[in-house]
């Protein structure tokens, strides 16, 4: 018998969660391909850590940008590679599938997720927007009359809603989020230190020293790549200090962005928000003060997911056990939720 599976299917990672097993991938999302032949080389781990490092006839793809699917038949190998890998299909039957997307994405590239989704080997493709599946995740009861705020910071979008009765009042989605914090502290380095380091270092550097507020004590990391001006390889050291200025921009849009959908959020929600505070998910949350500069600037309570990496597969693993296999939405796509506002008993976590 097939198991239904739950896919987080991010810029940055993918996330599957089996249902009766739990989260059974974490990988990111990255293919290798050789370019002579059009031939897969490599997915996910093994691909990533040939970023920056491939001759001209491999090229390391992202197939994924800001959320969306930007190159299908690599996303589609990906899927298919990944689901093949995990043994959920029965002899005779499919999985279905839970996939999650960012809001505000157009109807075109919802087709082109559920398409991909089917191609790789799922029987029914269900869509659902990923603030409303990780809030479920971070523990928060978004089925009850009150709101309920998450940021879900990720690597190609930040997804930003106000929540109640199982539906989203007031949302927006921003291309700025990890991708775009790796490629200001690229740009820094370049720009202060005459070297040109890659997308991985700059990760590194974001994961290690990355502060959203002006550190108190400062730390330093060391660093090595090209020399802009001799072309040879250097090594330097960065700072805390350094990398929280390289940052500080894009968090802000984040929060400005945050904002926006506080003001445009029915008053009777915004109090409950005040009392309930506001979930922080995605890799964002895992950035030094970044609870501390929300709630300032906000002024309201800010707090990170227990676990905000795997929150949005973990919400999908909820949603697909309380899923009533004979009341499924025959027609598919986007029914789910509206089910599970009647079905769901989400225990509140916090």
Do not use: W
């Not at 890998?85 to 590239?109: A, D, H, Q, S, W």
């Not at 009150?146 to 199982?166: C, P």
């Not at 027609?331 to 509140?348: V, W």
Request: hydrophobic share 40%; with cysteine; glycine share 10%.
């Amino acid at each position: 018998m097939a198991r239904d599976i739950g896919i987080d299917l991010g810029t940055a990672n993918v996330l599957i969660h089996v249902k009766g097993k739990g989260i059974v991938l974490n990988e990111p999302s990255v293919v290798a391909v050789d370019t002579k032949t059009g031939k897969v080389l490599a997915v996910g781990e093994e691909a990533y850590m040939m970023v920056g490092r491939t001759p001209a006839n491999i090229r390391v793809i992202r197939p994924l940008k800001g959320g969306v699917i930007a190159d299908f038949d690599i996303t589609e190998a990906m899927l298919t590679h990944f689901i093949d890998r995990l043994n959920v299909k029965g002899f005779l039957t499919k999985p279905n599938i839970l996939i999650c997307c960012p809001t505000n994405i157009t109807t075109i590239e919802q087709k082109a997720i559920i398409q991909a989704a089917e191609k790789s080997g799922g029987k029914n493709v269900y869509l659902e927007e990923e603030p409303k599946v990780a809030a479920v995740g971070a523990g928060l009861d978004i089925f009850q009359p009150n709101g309920n705020m998450v940021i879900d910071m990720g690597g190609g979008t930040s997804d930003i809603a106000v929540l109640s009765l199982g539906g989203i009042v007031t949302s927006s989605s921003i291309k700025t989020a990890g991708d775009k914090l790796d490629a200001d502290i690229m740009n820094f380095v370049k720009r202060e230190h005459k070297l040109l380091i890659g997308e991985r270092t700059a990760e590194k550097i974001k994961i290690t020293i990355g502060t959203a507020l002006e550190p108190e004590k400062e730390e330093k990391m060391e660093i090595r790549g090209r020399d802009m001006v001799t072309g040879l390889p250097r090594t330097i050291y960065i700072t805390s200090k350094e990398v929280y200025e390289a940052m500080h921009e894009t968090l802000v849009l984040v929060v400005e962005q945050a904002k926006e959908v506080l003001e445009m959020t029915p008053p009777e929600l915004a109090a409950d928000i005040i009392n309930t505070g506001i979930v922080l998910t995605g890799g964002g949350a895992l950035i030094s003060g970044i609870e501390k500069l929300f709630s300032s600037e906000l002024k309201v309570p800010v707090f990170a997911a227990e676990k905000p990496l795997d929150a949005v597969a973990l919400g999908t693993g909820i949603l697909l056990n309380n899923i009533d296999q004979k009341n499924r939405p025959s027609s598919g796509l986007f029914g789910l939720l509206a089910r599970l506002i009647q079905k769901t008993k989400i225990k509140k976590g916090r």
